[in-house]
Nanobody, 116 residues
Framework: QVPLVESGGGLVQPGGSLRLSCAAS????????MGWYRQAPGKQRELVAT???????GYADSVKGRFTISRDNAKKMVYLQMNTLKPEDSAVYYC??????????WGEGTQVTVSS
């Protein structure tokens, strides 16, 4: 059973926008820190953004000012609004739910391709 399912990826031109969504199930969503990570071909998976259960956010330097992470605890959803996309943002984007000592879950990923 996969408790996290990502959606919203696709092909977009440079300078465009996408909104990724992650739907959670089977966990007490409001107690988990949620995060978005990405992995490009030949590279290690890297942190993009996180949001704690108290809605504190953190971002990788490469996406600050362009990406926004948010969550809706009632809907058990986390979002990543991505603006001013660049070709180097192309990657598979993964959703993560983490609560130390209780669970660490990953989705299966959604592909984002930024190309003209």
């Amino acid at each position: 059973q996969v408790p996290l399912v990502e959606s919203g990826g696709g092909l977009v031109q440079p300078g465009g926008s996408l909104r990724l969504s992650c739907a959670a199930s089977g966990i007490i969503f409001g107690l988990y820190t949620m995060g978005w990570y990405r992995q490009a071909p030949g590279k290690q998976r890297e942190l993009v953004a996180t949001i704690t259960n108290s809605a504190s956010t953190g971002y990788a330097d490469s996406v600050k000012g362009r990406f926004t992470i948010s969550r809706d605890n009632a809907k058990k959803m986390v979002y990543l609004q991505m603006n001013t996309l660049k070709p180097e943002d192309s990657a598979v984007y993964y959703c993560r739910a983490n609560r130390p000592g209780f669970g660490d879950y990953w989705g299966e990923g959604t592909q984002v391709t930024v190309s003209s």
